[in-house]
């Protein structure tokens, strides 16, 4: 192949591959290209011949082909944050529980076996609060959890301030903090239309350990019941514990002692002495009736 005088010479193919990309002679010649050279006018009286149209100078080949740039991706507008979830299951914040409503002079009594409520357990180490509890949680129409104080308590492994020990700014701080969490789980589970019921030894005469607390962190709907049985009963089923919830005789008569000061607090009282489990949580449903109907002022 023949190049045209002063055109510069394309580069070496390499072995199975076109010229070079990027390469065009177009390059080499700056400036406006150049045009057919002018014809000269014809001598008078002499025909003039057909002119042949001047061979087409050849040019840069095409440039090769550059696939068009991708348009910028769409950004969608910023969605608001999503609603708290547990996998398909909405979350409505938890709030402060609300005293029930009284139901009308001419309605039927409550059915507390089926309404959404917030029971606080009272009673001594020994009165049997945390298996009653449980078997009325685990015996109702609707959902229903348990939270015991004590097992909250215990979520504190390296430093638990052991009530064996004694009653000091460490046990007080962590029983603080235990009933905060525990009115927290409580409202939530309550929000969600899960009943709850606490449990705990509430003390009469210490506002510190007290019911002012409880009704702050769960609200003022949270319907207190207090099971105390006679001494001789706390005593034998003390004796069947083991770990830290083992107290001593004359602790656990101290205590049982000072739980006296819920007699004309206003608060429902039941005396399980005589009575098994089941029987006990027919019982609280009753008083639980009488409460929603009536709450107690506490």
């Avoid at 990027?22 to 001598?43: E, Y």
């Avoid at 001419?106 to 059915?111: I, K, S, V």
């Avoid at 083992?246 to 009575?275: C, F, K």
Wanted: proline share 18%; hydrophobic share 35%.
């Amino acid at each position: 192949m023949q190049h045209p005088v002063g055109s510069p010479l394309p580069p070496p193919h390499q072995p199975g591959h076109g010229p070079a990309l990027g390469w065009s002679p177009a390059a080499h010649h700056p400036g406006p290209p150049q045009g057919p050279a002018p014809v000269p006018p014809a001598a008078p009286g002499y025909p003039t011949a057909p002119r042949q149209a001047p061979a087409p100078h050849p040019g840069p080949g095409p440039a090769p082909h550059q696939p068009a740039p991708a348009p910028a991706p769409h950004q969608p507008a910023p969605l608001p944050p999503p609603p708290d979830t547990t996998g398909h299951v909405p979350l409505p914040p938890g709030g402060p529980v609300a005293v029930p409503s009284v139901p009308h002079a001419t309605a039927a009594a409550p059915d507390p076996t089926s309404a959404t409520l917030a029971v606080l357990l009272i009673g001594p180490a020994g009165a049997g609060k945390t298996s009653v509890a449980k078997y009325w949680a685990d015996h109702r129409r609707v959902p229903t959890a348990h939270i015991s104080l004590d097992d909250v308590r215990e979520w504190v492994r390296s430093g638990f301030a052991d009530p064996q020990t004694g009653w000091n700014e460490h046990s007080e701080a962590q029983y603080r903090l235990a009933r905060r969490t525990c009115g927290f789980s409580a409202r939530n589970f309550l929000a969600n239309g899960i009943s709850c019921i606490l449990d705990d030894a509430v003390f009469p005469d210490r506002p510190v350990v007290g019911l002012g607390g409880w009704k702050r962190h769960v609200g003022p709907g949270l319907l207190p019941v207090v099971l105390l049985p006679g001494l001789d009963i706390v005593l034998e089923r003390n004796a069947e514990r083991s770990g830290n919830r083992r107290l001593t005789d004359e602790e656990v008569a101290r205590i049982h002692g000072r739980m006296a000061g819920w007699y004309g607090s206003g608060l429902p009282i039941i005396d399980n002495s005589q009575l098994d489990i089941p029987e006990t949580a027919h019982l609280l449903d009753e008083v639980l009736s009488r409460s929603i109907a009536s709450p107690p002022n506490w």
